[in-house]
């Protein structure tokens, strides 16, 4: 364990311009390792080239393309620029988040003698299937890949036993966990009043209110959401589902609504916590229906809020939310009957356990166990 200051270089693709769990993540351990006493920069593309500092420290912008078809995510494929920009930041230690076109930066730091972590933030196998490729052609692809994540890093980090599970069966020894956390104090449960007011601006008392909040990519299987409303609608209480965030199927989600005749408000992108606290707050249940999940900042930021999450069963987040949510098959019946499930406990209980159980996952607690799988000491006290 390292006990001085060190300056901790985080490079990762696939962070949105404005929000997202990866981006919140990144902004929240960077401020955290600066609080502890060490120098965080972190390197993501953008349009152009830029350099900031701010709250998590410096933050480099390269150039980068638009990955298609993406919605907006951009890329850090210029392997001559990000390395020189490494070479001049001289940093300590290196954390990566982006196994696949990143990967390369693994040996750039064996060369340069600095101690790498790659951070795994989505299943492999998942995510391939995900984008269509037969179930043992995905297992096969993902083990491939793994093996030389692990090969390339000093460390890999995940934030889950279930996103460690495919790494595990491979025999990596350089593997260590190291949870995310929520933001404790911006997001908390609404009192009744506030709750009342926001929440009649969706629905009305005798209907049940949903809420998805992630990026409409295929990924994330936003989908399941309509139908889920759908199924609710046809054997239960009248439902409306509000939607915030943006991305590809925003389009496709809407025109689907339309047709379906479903009550679905999209909010788009939220600018600013306190807004998504709102609403978060005010719904009966959430829906996080993404499959290759690992972690789930936006099930847990809901948690905190003091409402129950329906999850996909597949994902890792059924490990996360424990008896404060409920474990749906990913069908629109199967997040339906989870929701009926959630809503049959009585709403103090329900609400209570919810946010108890984000509790156990503060911001100071996953900083020391990223700066642990660094090896890197507190300088100062968290």
Not at 196 to 202: K, T
Not at 245 to 260: E, F, H, Q
Not at 337 to 355: H, Q, T
Request: proline share 7%.
């Amino acid at each position: 364990m390292t006990a001085g200051p060190l300056r901790i270089v985080r490079v990762a693709n696939f962070v949105t311009p404005v929000s997202g769990g990866l981006r919140t993540a990144l902004r929240h351990l960077g401020a955290g390792y600066r609080a502890a006493g060490h120098t965080p920069v972190l390197v993501v593309p953008g349009e152009r080239r830029t350099v900031e500092e701010d709250e998590q420290g410096l933050v480099v912008t390269l150039p980068g393309p638009v990955l298609p078809g993406s919605g907006g995510y951009r890329l850090l494929t210029d392997r001559t620029a990000v390395a020189a920009e490494l070479e001049r930041l001289a940093p300590d230690r290196l954390e990566v988040s982006d196994r696949t076109t990143l990967r390369w930066t693994g040996a750039w730091a064996r060369r340069h003698g600095v101690r790498a972590a790659m951070v795994s933030h989505e299943s492999a196998v998942g995510l391939l299937r995900t984008w269509g490729l037969p179930g043992p052609v995905a297992g096969a692809a993902a083990n491939r890949l793994n093996g030389r994540t692990a090969r390339s890093y000093d460390t890999v980090v995940c934030t889950t036993d279930w996103a460690a599970a495919e790494f595990r069966r491979l025999g990596v020894r350089n593997l260590t966990r190291a949870p995310l956390g929520v933001d404790l104090t911006t997001l908390r449960p609404p009192d009744t009043g506030a709750r009342a007011a926001e929440r009649a601006r969706y629905a009305t008392p005798d209907e049940v209110l949903l809420v998805l909040c992630s990026r409409l990519s295929t990924e994330k299987r936003p989908e399941l959401a309509l139908d889920a409303l759908e199924a609710l609608r046809s054997t239960g209480p009248g439902a409306v589902l509000a939607v915030a965030g943006t991305g590809p199927l925003r389009s496709r989600l809407a025109a689907a609504a339309a047709r379906r005749r479903l009550p679905v408000h999209f909010l788009g992108h939220l600018a600013g916590r306190a807004a998504v606290a709102d609403l978060l707050g005010c719904a009966d249940v959430v829906l996080a229906p993404g499959p290759v999940e690992t972690f789930g900042l936006a099930a847990l930021e809901a948690l905190a809020c003091g409402t129950p999450v329906a999850v996909h069963r597949g994902s890792a987040l059924p490990e996360l939310v424990g008896t404060a949510g409920v474990a749906a098959e990913p069908t629109g019946a199967g997040f339906a009957e989870a929701v009926r499930e959630l809503l049959a406990r009585p709403e103090p209980a329900r609400r209570a356990a919810a946010r108890a159980q984000a509790e156990r996952y503060g911001w100071p607690a996953a900083v020391a166990a990223f700066l642990a799988a660094h090896g890197a000491a507190p300088v100062t006290a968290l």
